[in-house]
């Protein structure tokens, strides 16, 4: 059983979303692989906490999961036709999960139910027609074959942009194109018609259910359609104002830093996010980072002891819990 995506983000199932995000930057920093480099479990710790934040900072994914779990999070689901197999399934005692229907004593798996295959049948409507009169409509077309699952992981870079993969189908045959969407997110999930099991009947074939799992970038890390990247600058660029360059998914880009900029100020880029299709494109978040010398030098501590002169008051003023 999948760990609950409330419990791997750490927050309570009435978090509001602010809540989730500040928690999701937080574990993100803390867990980017620029900072845990070559720690497996780390790694996986991060896609988990991915996974868990573009689903809980959705809030149509969110209410899905919320009512139906993982079952609701997946490509095809049907959300109404669950909420009437419920319904039914109460009304008649049972005890959700599989129920056996039918004078054969077969088992639907509800799982089945939501993504249109019930065994061969065409589905939750075929199944309501068997259970009220209807028995013998089940036996009249041919049955669809069962859907394959596989997985595959791309780069970050790809999962933004889209990518063409080619997959080489189990038992050998022709390799399958497929194309990967840009915006495609860790956890996401493609169904690729007819490249699943083959029908026990002459029927259709089932479908090829890919699972996308995407590698975390050194750099950038991704919240819902938004990108977020940490820059460094130093103390003069800091202070004096500067003209930088930064990357993003179209180019390099020149972004002005204002004199007296802080450090863990934010720059939003508009439109320079993830582009998906029939969605208004994401954004890309700056942060500055100012980065102090590091060598240990007689000159330089001077320098900061003349710079200290001029720092007014107590810079953690008013911060309390």
Do not use: C
């Not at 059983?1 to 803390?30: C, H, N, P, Q, W």
């Not at 809980?56 to 669950?82: C, H, T, V, W």
């Not at 259970?131 to 699952?149: E, L, Y």
């Not at 993969?165 to 038992?171: F, I, K, P």
């Amino acid at each position: 059983m999948s760990e609950d995506l409330y419990s791997v983000l750490g927050v309570s199932k009435t978090a509001d979303l602010a809540t989730i995000k500040k928690t999701f930057r937080k574990l993100a920093k803390d867990l980017h692989p620029d900072r845990t480099a070559n720690d497996k479990k780390k790694e996986a710790r991060f896609k988990a906490v991915n996974n868990a934040f573009n689903v809980l900072s959705d809030p149509n994914k969110r209410k899905l999961y919320d009512e139906f779990g993982e079952d609701g999070l997946r490509e095809g689901f049907d959300a109404n036709q669950a909420r009437q197999y419920k319904q039914w399934s109460g009304r008649q005692g049972g005890r959700g999960g599989r129920t056996s229907w039918g004078g054969d004593g077969e088992t639907v798996n509800l799982e089945d139910l939501f993504s249109g295959q019930a065994q061969g049948r065409g589905g939750f409507s075929d199944l309501f027609g068997d259970m009220f009169g209807g028995g013998q409509q089940r036996r009249g077309p041919a049955a669809r074959g069962g859907d394959a699952h596989a997985e595959v992981t791309i780069d970050f870079v790809s999962s933004v942009r889209g990518t063409t993969l080619e997959l080489q189908q189990q038992g050998g045959g022709a390799p399958v194109t497929v194309r990967v969407p840009a915006g495609a997110h860790d956890g996401s999930r493609l169904r690729i018609r007819g490249h699943g099991g083959p029908s026990p009947n002459g029927g259709p074939s089932g479908d090829l259910l890919l699972d996308i799992h995407v590698q975390p970038h050194k750099f950038f890390r991704r919240e819902g359609d938004h990108l977020h990247l940490d820059v460094p600058i130093t103390i003069a660029e800091a202070y004096q104002g500067a003209k930088i360059k930064v990357p993003t998914p179209d180019g390099d880009v020149t972004l002005k830093v204002p004199p007296r900029t802080q450090g863990g100020s934010v720059m939003r880029l508009k439109g320079k996010g993830v582009a998906k299709k029939g969605k208004e494109v994401g954004d890309l978040y700056v942060h500055y980072e100012i980065k102090i010398p590091q060598e240990d030098s007689e000159e330089v501590a001077e320098l900061v002891e003349q710079l200290a002169k001029h720092q007014s008051g107590d810079v953690r003023h008013g911060i309390a819990f």
